[in-house]
């Protein structure tokens, strides 16, 4: 019986029910419960990707029984340092990561695998897609962080390691966490029940303030600036359309139960201007078309004092829907959820995958973890061109934004002007397939 987690277009409506009831209650296990030691045995963990995102998730990960950090890697010593003494500083035991499990580079990851049972990769998306092919070559179990991908051939990856994983039984997390928590777990649940009725249309918004910027540092090559300022270039972050605005995109998605088959859109750089910011636009809006017509119309945003919302709503033709809440259109409250005590989602998806590692429960998240971030490349393909683009064309375009190689002294596909300049995609002009 499918888990809600790992739902897919052509389940039926009822085993999804079924197993969105599943998923619910293993979601309000505490986190302990839902994730015993089987035989006393410690899992080794390695993390990829020392950040924020990746310290936070190697953190949660340890508030597991039964788990150990080993092993370390990231491109810059400094981010790895930092992280090592904050991760130790919470758990310490927990973590042992000797000088020689501490790998720096663009290389590094590749010399953690011998060392751990479990990967955490919390890179910049645009490496996921290589790394989770070498993770899963090496027999790992994998908690990756979302987006996977950042351009079509990069999601084909993703998605044919996923099948392998399957075939050597690996477990997958991917970190859309709104899978994990229990307000949308309990809607859903109430909504393919039918207390909304059929899916109309939704909206989806990511409006918020910019983000951290870095500004290049003295004697940085352009590889190493682009990646050490990697949100504002396409072919790591992919555009905050999909590195933030996933979320949103994958909740009408799931819920829907289907991906888009086509988007049209517009976006822009108004405010967010300059060498500093690299390459990305600053809003997108985007109307993604499915299979029966209905549409998802999506916004995202980076300005200041603007009107700021993070959210999803979706119309059915009983009811609106919103996380935790559904109401009928006289304005009536149908269902709410009242969440008392529901446990943190970041440590319940880490919770799953060590209970499907020790019992041998599949588990594998990256298949709706590439589509629900190709939907949201599909979106910027939209917005950068200006053009209607179909899925399935551009799932098949040859479009890398990797480089060609990748070194510290290798270049980038995209480079500034003399005057420091990044090319800033055209509607209309700009081709993206």
Known sequence: MPEISTFMPGTSRRKFLEGSAIAATAASLPIKASAQVAGGSTLRVA?????????????????NDGVKLVAMADAFSDRLESSLANIKQQHGEKVDVPEEHKFIGLEGYKQVFDLCDVVILATPPGFRPMMFEAAVAAGK??????????????????????????????????????????????????????????????????????????????????????IYNWYYFAWLCGDHIVEQHIHNLDVINWFKGEFPVSAQGMGGREVRKGPR?????????????????????????????????????????????????????????????????????YEVEHARLYDAIRNDKPLNNAYYGAKSTFTAVLGRYATYSGQNIKWDDALAADNSLFPERLAFDALPKVLPDADGNYPIAIPGVTQVL
């Open 277 to 345: 910011f690299g390459e990305i636009y600053d809003h997108h809006y985007v109307e993604f078309t499915y299979a029966d017509g209905t549409k998802l119309n999506s916004q995202c945003r980076h300005q200041n004092g603007c009107f700021n919302k993070v959210s999803e709503t979706i119309y059915g033709s009983k009811g609106v829907i919103t996380p935790g809440r559904i109401v009928d259109y006289s304005g009536k409250t149908v269902w709410r959820h009242k969440g008392e005590n529901d446990p943190n989602p």
């Open 47 to 63: 993390l990829v990707g020392c950040g924020g995102r990746g310290s936070g998730a190697a953190a949660q990960t340890l508030l």
């Open 141 to 226: 179990h994998i908690f990756m962080e979302k987006p996977v991908g950042t351009d079509s051939p990069g999601i084909r990856r993703v998605l044919e390691a996923a099948r392998k994983a399957d075939e050597k039984g690996l477990k997958v997390v991917v970190g859309l966490q709104r899978h994990y928590e229990n307000q949308y777990t309990e809607t859903l649940k109430q909504y393919l029940d039918g207390a909304a009725g059929d899916f109309i249309g939704a909206q989806a918004y990511w409006n918020g303030t910019s983000p951290w910027v870095r500004d290049r540092k003295e004697g940085m090559t352009e590889m190493e600036y682009q």
